[in-house]
């Protein structure tokens, strides 16, 4: 576990910032988060409450870390309520924030001015989840934004973005819808893991589903049972909801983001009609007036693994959009709006153990900046396992654990010395987890950083 701030002691009396302490939520902080909590689930989730493991996926904190949150006894970090906030649309206000131990220094208001910031020296947030939009540390791929800002507002326009989990692809949908809305569009945003999984088992409760939950996106009242009908089938009538209910009730075009679309690759047969209904649209949107006001934004962290019909198939029409990871000039760029003044060879350091992954490199951006670990204590190989990334490495172990396949697959690769040649499923979910990289069937670790803490724990799964 990451030390909480007031465990570490400055090494020198001119440190830069005093360690922040913990904090946690006052009464009135808890009832202002779980009444936005519950209006999010309402409108989002059907009304259903999320599970941890679905508030960690909003959020992006780890289970442990919402924990604590809940509880209001240990502190945690600011910026890890000011996250937790965010993802509900609030600001932390200092009336819903305390601290746990207020007699342990000088004062609690002695205290809360040493931890302010000089005036106008920008804060990093929290790394987990997307980067806020106006945040000075979003990193820009500027001609993909230029693309994908053309293209959103081309009648019947369709994004479809490519990445490995924590890459980006948040951030950017985000910014796109943006700046569709600065343009005068509607925007919907629809992530498929806040799904239950009893959704997917069936593709009427599917697309009623869906229906709905972009009705309540554009605050339209459901009206299903008026345009559903058993005779026409559920792709139809789905299709009927949109053209003559939903669609001509706005006056602006609509820009639909659905993210987390590879959920739907483990139900096959589920996938095939779904994903041929947007294809569908889209091609609809050539002839017809109706659908040239839908605008599709896709987002996935794999590549396509099941088989789909090429003429059926929205993967390979629209705009194709794959983020790469940080090059070491993005990562300087980073690096300097931490305040950090890194050499080329610093900066190298870095990108050796954790590769150019965007979340891995701000999360060391983020604590260096907060003086909670220099780069030598960072790169030292015993703190890995215990260090500022352990909290996401039990993760991704927790995310093989699940998938006995996948951590036998992820142990030859991790153990090797040259790549390994993997079933294409498998290379494609160690990809999406960020724990390879492919070259053509071929994997390779994702970085140093998992090389090294999976490369013991998982050498005996085989035997397994």
């Excluded at 990451?2 to 902080?29: A, H, M, Q």
């Excluded at 692809?169 to 806040?194: D, N, P, W, Y």
């Excluded at 996938?271 to 294809?279: P, Q, Y």
Aim: hydrophobic share 40%; glycine share 6%; net charge negative.
């Amino acid at each position: 576990m990451i030390p909480c701030p007031d465990e570490l002691t400055s090494s020198t009396s001119s440190s830069k910032r005093r360690r922040r302490r913990g904090v946690i939520l006052t009464p009135t902080g808890f009832d202002k988060v779980q009444q936005a909590k519950t209006d999010v689930e309402f409108r989002d989730n059907g009304g259903s409450r999320y599970t941890l493991e679905a508030l960690s996926e909003r959020t992006g904190l780890a289970v442990d870390t919402l924990m604590k949150v809940f509880a209001c006894e240990m502190g945690v970090d600011k910026q890890t309520l000011k996250a937790y906030f965010r993802s509900f649309g609030l600001t932390l206000e200092p009336a819903d924030y305390d601290y746990p131990d207020p007699s342990a220094d000088e004062g609690n208001a002695a205290d809360a001015n040493e931890t302010k910031e000089p005036e106008g020296e920008p804060e990093p947030d929290l790394p987990g989840g997307q980067v806020p939009l106006g945040s000075e540390f979003y990193i820009e791929r500027t001609a993909i934004e230029a693309d994908c800002y053309k293209t959103v507002l081309q009648p019947g326009g369709l994004i479809r973005i490519k990445a490995p989990r924590r890459m980006g692809k948040s951030s950017l949908m985000t910014r796109i819808l943006q700046q569709a809305a600065h343009k005068g569009c509607q925007t919907v945003s629809l992530s498929f893991q806040l799904a239950d999984k009893a959704i997917f088992k069936d593709l009427d409760h599917f697309l009623q589903w869906f229906c709905a939950n972009v009705g309540l996106g554009l605050q339209i009242p459901k009206r299903l049972g008026d345009y559903w009908d058993d005779l026409f089938g559920s792709k139809i009538s789905c299709k009927i909801y949109f053209e003559q209910y939903l669609l001509p009730q706005i006056s602006q075009p609509l820009v639909l983001a659905l993210d987390d679309v590879d959920r739907l690759f483990e139900y096959p047969d589920l996938a095939d009609e779904f994903f041929g209904l947007l294809r569908s649209w889209h091609e609809e949107a050539k002839n017809r007036d109706i659908w040239k006001q839908l605008r599709l934004v896709v987002a996935h962290s794999t590549e396509v693994y099941i088989p789909l019909n090429v003429n059926q198939s929205p993967f390979n029409v629209g705009l194709p959009i794959e983020l790469k990871a940080f090059t070491p000039e993005q990562v300087q760029t980073l690096a300097k709006r931490h305040g950090l003044d890194w050499d080329e060879a610093q900066t190298q350091q870095l990108m050796d153990l954790v590769g150019g992954y965007p979340y891995l490199i701000q999360l060391a951006l983020y604590h260096l900046w907060h003086q909670d670990v220099t780069l030598e204590q960072l790169l030292q190989p015993e703190a890995i396992a215990t260090g500022i990334y352990s909290e996401h490495l039990q993760r991704q172990l927790w995310n093989l654990q699940q998938s006995p396949e996948l951590a036998v697959a992820f142990s030859r690769v991790a153990s090797a010395v040259t790549p390994v040649e993997l079933n294409l499923v498998h290379a494609f979910k160690l990809q999406s987890l960020g724990l390879v990289q492919l070259q053509g069937s071929q994997a390779v670790p994702g970085c140093n950083l998992y090389a090294r803490y999976f490369g013991d724990r998982l050498r005996d799964i085989p035997a397994l």
